[in-house]
């Protein structure tokens, strides 16, 4: 079914009111719903020094990656992760859900506060290893805690629980994942919210607005058909989701799976004249988003955690992984409706366009909104130029890094027809068994048997620059662990070594790289730990797509690594011991 098809039949479809219960598509999760909660200012139940939890901090008076508060608050949550079955567009299916909740619970914290998740593993039928990544909070001093398998810890195994505990150390719009195999396309992750301070007048805090291709064949399926040899690797997703819904065309399901017709959109309500923050979020595992609002411009103020001059806009560009929070000042008149969309862009989809729908006060919620949507002007499906989006809090990069590491990205066909994805010729492929960070505790930093390990020791030099070339035909969001780079030039073809606002050059944890084009990037070298720098489309991080980067090994060494992990690697060698872990992909 074509788009507009799709737009049409929605619009003129009689079923008004949403053919699906919540729990039916959603399961224990409220947002999209009207009584989703929206957020406070700041939570209230610590002291308030100056008013503030976070005292007298501004975003300008502070460095947000060095001078973070301490507020000594811990925000304790708990995730049972089981398997279950919902039908979020209609389309029933088996998934893997936090506490019944799909998308999972909310965190929330204030910046300086302590996030501690204890996770128990509770899938079961069959059983999968699991572990959660908390995208991408600094870990400076818990590098352990990043929550990747086969490079922090082993895998929690099924039955068994584990504790995560980190500082909010930076604040903002994000969430959180498994990165145990594409596990996460399974139903696997969750928005996190820290609030820090408020850089611009707002009044109403809408919360996160989450954006996900989706698809209706299980995560574990897509890897083998994306991992294999047997037919095209290319997967193409069903349809796309605004806070966990979207309708779907049941007509098209010919293998007998339940499925109804108007399962339900995300509903939003909207304050007449208030100005609204909406933090747009792409948890998506393929798709790059173009967010946009019917009849509403937006206002652009902080990419991933960093919040940046703000600059007006009709559609604003998510890569995978990438946040971007808006201000949208309510317009209309009382009994406006409208809709937002988010369309999959430069992306393998059967379905890529998302609806909900934003009511104001007197607006009839069960009826759909009317509204046309922006045309865009442009099919180009990157980020926004490095030259408008400039940061709040001014960093100017060293000129000079101690070293640059070029990275080629490739994609390469062996001799058994298996498509590898490679960063320098290497498929990253990791051992569950004996993460990295672990070996790097006990003074073990080479891996002379294990060059897939693809890890890249950079030492005490003071700063690093990656100049990454992307030698394949397609986009790529590449992301780090523990920094926000400072993303000094892009484009297409080779890098001329022209750098874009030198001064204070756009930082952020995602960047996206174009088709044959190149990507230059800098870190300062003040969080020992190995952190991953990968592409974060699930489908190309399961192929390799990735490298490890090993910074001050000798602090590494000094550290003290919680006894929960060689706890948990000796559970998971008892499980490996009697189930085999069929690992056909990266691992992580
Ligand atoms: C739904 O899909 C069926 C099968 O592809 C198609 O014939 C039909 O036109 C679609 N319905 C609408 C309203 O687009
Ligand atoms: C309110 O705005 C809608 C468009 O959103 C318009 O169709 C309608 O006529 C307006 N109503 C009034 C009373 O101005
Ligand atoms: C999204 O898709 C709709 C329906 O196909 C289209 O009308 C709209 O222009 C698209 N918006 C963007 C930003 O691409
Ligand atoms: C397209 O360009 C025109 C002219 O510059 C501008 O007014 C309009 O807002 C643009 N549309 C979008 C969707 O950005
Ligand atoms: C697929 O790979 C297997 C080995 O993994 C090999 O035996 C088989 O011949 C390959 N099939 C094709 C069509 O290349
Ligand atoms: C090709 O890559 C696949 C996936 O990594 C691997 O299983 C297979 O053994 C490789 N084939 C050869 C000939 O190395
Ligand atoms: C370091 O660890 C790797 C991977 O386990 C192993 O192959 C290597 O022998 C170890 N090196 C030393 C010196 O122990
Ligand atoms: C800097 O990085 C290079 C690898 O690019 C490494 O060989 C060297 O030892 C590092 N220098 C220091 C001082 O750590
Ligand atoms: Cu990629």
Not at 111 to 123: E, K, L, Q
Request: hydrophobic share 35%; glycine share 8%.
């Amino acid at each position: 079914m074509s788009a507009s098809t799709l737009a049409k039949f929605i619009v003129s479809s009689l079923n008004l009111i949403a053919a699906l219960s919540q729990t039916a598509t959603n399961g224990a999760s409220l947002l999209g719903t009207l009584q989703a909660p929206k957020l406070p200012e700041f939570l209230t139940s610590n002291p308030l020094p100056a008013g503030f939890p976070w005292g007298t901090k501004t975003a300008t008076n502070s460095n947000p990656y060095t001078q973070s508060p301490n507020t000594g608050v811990t925000r304790y949550y708990n995730f049972n992760i089981q398997r279950g079955q919902i039908a979020p567009d209609g389309y029933q299916k088996n998934v893997i859900l936090i506490n019944g909740q799909f998308p999972g619970p909310t965190i929330e914290a204030n910046w300086g506060d302590m996030i501690s998740v204890t996770v128990n593993n509770n899938i079961a039928g069959p059983e999968e290893g699991t572990s959660i990544h908390w995208y991408v909070l600094l870990q400076t001093q818990t590098p352990w805690y990043d929550g990747v398998p086969s490079v922090h810890q082993c895998p929690i195994p099924p039955g068994k629980s584990f504790t995560y505990t980190f500082k909010a150390d930076l604040y903002g719009t994000s969430w959180y994942h498994a990165h145990y195999s594409a596990q996460y396309a399974g139903g696997l992750l969750g928005p996190m919210i820290i609030h820090g301070p408020k850089i611009f007048k707002y009044d109403v805090d809408v919360g996160p607005v989450f954006l996900s291709d989706y698809y209706h064949r299980d995560y574990f399926d897509l890897v083998k058909q994306v991992m294999g040899n047997e037919s095209s690797p290319v997967v193409f997703s069903d349809n796309n989701l605004i806070n966990g819904k979207m309708d779907f065309n049941c007509s098209t399901v010919t293998d007998g799976t339940p499925c109804t017709n108007n399962a339900g959109l995300s509903k939003f309500n909207f304050q007449t004249g208030k100005t609204h923050l909406l933090r747009l979020i792409n948890a998506g595992a393929d798709g790059t988003q173009q967010f946009s609002i019917d009849n509403h411009v937006m206002t652009v103020v902080a990419n991933d955690f960093v919040p940046v001059q703000p600059y007006t806009t009709k559609i604003v560009t998510l890569g995978i992984g990438q946040r971007t929070d808006v201000l949208v000042t309510a317009t209309g008149n009382d009994t406006t409706s409208v809709f937002m969309r988010s369309n999959l862009t430069c992306t393998p989809t059967n379905q890529p366009d998302a609806l909900a729908a934003i009511y104001y006060p007197k607006a009839n919620t069960n009826t759909r909104p009317q509204s046309t949507a922006w045309q865009p002007n442009s099919t180009y499906c990157g980020n926004d130029p490095l030259a408008q989006t400039v940061p709040i809090f001014p960093i100017t990069p060293a000129p000079n890094p101690a070293v640059t590491q070029v990275f080629d990205m490739g994609l390469e066909v062996n001799s058994t027809g298996h498509s590898l994805w490679t960063m320098n010729q290497v498929s990253f492929r990791g051992n569950f068994n004996d993460p990295i960070l672990l070996l790097a505790k006990s003074g073990n930093t080479s891996y002379p048997y294990d060059p897939e390990w693809n890890v890249y020791n950079l030492g005490t030099n003071q700063t690093i620059r990656f100049v990454v070339n992307n030698k394949t035909p397609f986009w790529h969001p590449m992301h780090i662990h523990g920094h926000n780079m400072y993303i000094l030039a892009e484009g297409d073809g080779a890098w001329d070594g022209t750098i874009v606002n030198p001064n204070n050059p756009q930082r952020r944890d995602v960047q996206i790289v174009r088709p044959n084009g190149y990507m230059v990037v800098q870190i300062d070298n003040n969080n020992p730990g190995v952190w991953p720098f990968h592409c974060h489309i699930a489908w190309h991080l399961a192929g390799g797509l990735y490298a490890n980067i090993m910074l001050r090994p000798s602090d590494i060494r000094k550290m003290n690594i919680p006894s929960t992990f060689s706890q948990t690697c000796r559970d998971w060698a008892d499980f490996t011991s009697t189930t085999v872990v069929d690992q056909i992909d990266a691992g992580t």
